[in-house]
């Protein structure tokens, strides 16, 4: 192995980083909160909470007490207080999280189902247009599920190339949209490159043209404080295993912004959105407002988890929550400067604190053998993104500032490896 990089944790330049990274730990005021959370017997960083988010102490105990007495003693009779439970953590959730009034959320199925009910509800209103827009670098679901609907309609699906650093603005997707344009789908924080779109820009722009707004929030519920109303957002989507930490599956939420409530109605006709679901001789007859965007029977256990998972941030505070987070991601890019930049990565996450969201992304050309090495070495766990990205994300609860220095570290000594085993 070379011996000109500093590649190990106990390296000098490295010990000078854990020095300073103890020192930011120590004035860190949600330094605390990792109390809050299970932790492993010998946990390595945890860089993933962006993919799933760690499990709250409380979780567990409000899960084993759900089951144990609402459903092992109160049986079928618990669902007098679970029926409403959709719209009261929704509520909850918009309160919290995403600048919301009540009305206008409720917890349903997935990401992936709740982009199709709000997608086709808005393709239904606007009967004339024929084209639907997205990122051709968002999320995976996201565009299958608008090519789906499209070929389904014979619509036309328009994928725009944005920055693959900055993502989307308001000017460039002004570019993309106009009179035959019924939807666009974007991502609030991209999921590669952790870029913070101006919702509220971009919102207008497409207003203008005649179109909806679909905002996709898995990577900024949590993370980022969203202001769905002030924005004038019409529709939105979002996760609740990532930054929301309600565990793997757990269900999503939707928004539909009250204006539309009236005019919009979602295409899985089943009786939790009906009027009375215990009329069972009616037909089908949607309930008043954000209720008729509910499908099936509410999983019970999956949304008290996501209730814990609000509370808890809803204690933290999610402006203290993003100025945590904006600290470490600062931090680690400051890291990545001065330790990986020399090693062949480069930075693919915007520089500006308003512009990104809780995870700093690195490329490296062999960052697939990078991720693997650390995969089996298990001293950090990061994620990999074809083809060519190393995610880290920042959850700003369970992070800390050594965690980074020690993911730095790992990737260092790992490209080192890499570099010197070649030519050796
Ligand atoms: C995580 C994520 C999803 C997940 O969708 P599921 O239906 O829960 O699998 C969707 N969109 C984005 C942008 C995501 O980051």
Known sequence: MSAAAPVGEDSGLFAEDLAEAAALDRADPLAWATELFHA????????DGNSLGRLPKRSLSRLLQLAEDEWGEGLVRSW???????????????????GAGPGQVVIADSTSV???????????????????VTDRANFPTDRYLLAGLAASRGLTLRLAD????????????????GADTALVLLSHVDYRSGALADMAGISAVVRDAGALTLWDLSHSVGAVPVTLDESRADLAVGCTYKYVNAGPGSPAFLYVSR????????????????????????????????????????????LALVEEGVEL??????????????????????????????????????????????????RHPRARELCQRLDSSGEVILDFRPPDRVRLGCAAPTTSFTDLVRAAAALARSAAELTSGEAG
Do not use: C
């Not at 402006?319 to 930049?341: F, Y």
């Open 114 to 132: 709740n982009l199709y009910k709000l997608a086709a509800a808005a393709l239904d209103s606007l009967p004339g247009r024929t084209a639907v």
């Open 80 to 98: 007098n207080g679970w029926m409403d439970m959709p719209a009261r953590v929704g509520d909850r959730l918009g309160e919290v999280l995403l």
């Open 259 to 302: 204006h539309l409530q009236q005019r919009l109605r979602q295409p899985i006709w089943g009786w939790m959105g009906k009027r009375d679901p215990f009329a069972m001789e009616e037909p089908y007859i949607p309930r008043e407002g954000i209720g008729s965007f509910l499908s099936g029977t509410p999983p019970i256990l999956g």
């Open 40 to 47: 492993g017997a010998a946990d390595p960083p945890y860089l």
């Open 162 to 177: 944005f920055d693959e650093v900055m993502g989307p603005t308001p000017e460039a997707v002004g570019n993309v949209v």
């Open 313 to 362: 941030l809803a204690e933290l505070g999610i402006d203290r929550v993003r100025s945590k987070s904006l600290a470490l991601t600062a931090h680690l890019i400051r890291l990545a400067d001065r330790r990986l930049e020399p090693l062949g990565f480069h930075l693919a996450t915007p520089r500006q604190d308003g512009q990104r969201g809780s995870q700093v992304t690195l």
